[in-house]
């Protein structure tokens, strides 16, 4: 979990620098308790049970035994549990402002789907508003979002588990528009209709110009593709980058590859079908088995992106020569198909992880 801006960080002027300071140390009471480990209060944590903060000056260094000098860190929700003695400047400190709780940072909504209509319509309404007004419950109303067997419409959860992909879809349709009634009372029409959160560009055709902008929302597991096809003209799934110059898509006859992570529904034949674009231009990093790449992808129908050209901009991993890096990058698609939906989610703030020898925050001072 990273700083974002808006998290409320005012410390770091680099909100994207990875490396951060904890310069502020709590003073104990020398008659204090002692600070056993594994039993430290839990204070605001993130979902995986992290020492959280909205910002740094959140952290402290605090003595696990007073006047012996073996420090750990504690958040000011931790302190807030702490049964010290508190000085005045330290109760000034755990007063001051209003401790928030870890909040999930929204994307940018691009997916959109067609409604009972044929008009499209965004999955999600609207998106970040930033910690001034994200922690704000009346500003979470329209946000909808699917989380395991549940799908969450503003601050209410549903259960989905037993409805049809048609009985979801007609759901997710309704609330967004009660939604976006409720969004958008009082604003005039034509200021509405270029409202770059509901906004829907004229479309055209997908052509190979700059990248598209990426896409940051969950793709709905019904919509998922069943069938990618990779249009790859350099060869670059061979796992060989070559700089090949411009790269011309209109002949190029694409790969068709079968989704095996998560197990598709059907059996593979279906018109589920998504378009992958590879460009040896788009490589934007490598790794001990594989080479990564920027790709435009177009959705499989009815899902598209509210974009000029119907497409986003996505990350595929191709693997080196050899059936070791394939087995690698294949094990690799199976560790993250276990992944929890929030480990691949933002959260404004920082957290701290102590199994990570090389933590993002480290004391100074």
């Not at 009985?167 to 770059?196: V, Y």
Request: hydrophobic share 30%; net charge neutral; charged share 25%.
């Amino acid at each position: 979990m990273t700083s974002k801006n808006g998290s409320g960080d005012k410390d770091a002027t680099d909100k994207y620098e990875r490396k951060r300071f904890i310069s502020q140390v709590w003073e104990r009471n020398p008659n204090g308790p002692v600070l056993k480990r594994g039993q430290a209060p839990e204070g605001c944590r993130t979902p995986n049970g992290q020492v959280w903060g909205h910002s740094l000056s959140d952290f402290f260094w605090i003595e696990r035994i007073p006047g012996v000098a073996v420090r750990t860190i504690w958040s000011t929700s931790m302190l807030q549990k702490l049964n010290d003695s508190l000085s005045p400047s330290q109760k000034k400190i755990l007063a001051a402002g209003e401790h928030h709780s870890p909040r999930v940072l929204q994307p940018w909504p691009l997916l959109c789907i067609p409604n009972d209509k044929g008009e499209l319509e965004t999955l999600c309404l609207g998106g970040d508003e930033g910690c001034e007004r994200g922690h704000n419950p009346s500003s979470m109303l329209h946000r909808i979002r699917e989380i395991g067997d549940y799908l969450e419409v503003g601050p209410m959860r549903i259960p989905v588990s037993d409805f049809t992909p048609e009985q979801k879809q007609h759901l997710f349709s309704t609330a967004r528009a009660n939604l976006k009634q409720t969004i958008t009372k009082g604003i005039k029409p034509e200021i509405l209709k270029d409202d770059p959160r509901f906004h829907i560009p004229d479309q055209s055709p997908p052509w190979t110009g700059p990248l598209p902008p990426k896409l940051e929302e969950f793709i709905p597991k019904e919509y998922l593709p069943d069938v990618l096809l990779v249009y790859d003209p350099c060869r670059l799934t061979d796992g060989v980058w070559e700089d090949s110059g411009h790269v011309q898509f209109d002949e190029c006859v694409p790969i068709r590859y079968t989704r095996a992570h998560p197990e598709r529904k059907t059996d593979g034949q279906s018109s589920n079908s998504a378009h992958l674009y590879l460009s040896p231009d788009n490589l934007c990093g490598s790794g001990n088995h594989s080479f990564v790449y920027h790709a435009p992808l177009v959705l499989p129908a009815p899902l598209t992106a509210r974009t000029p050209t119907r497409q986003v901009t996505v990350l595929a991993k191709t693997s080196f020569p050899g059936s070791e890096h394939r087995k690698l990058l294949n094990q690799e698609g199976v560790i993250y198909g276990t992944f929890p939906q929030w480990m691949m989610e933002d959260y404004c703030g920082y957290n701290i992880d102590y199994k990570i020898q090389v933590s993002v925050l480290g004391f100074h001072g």
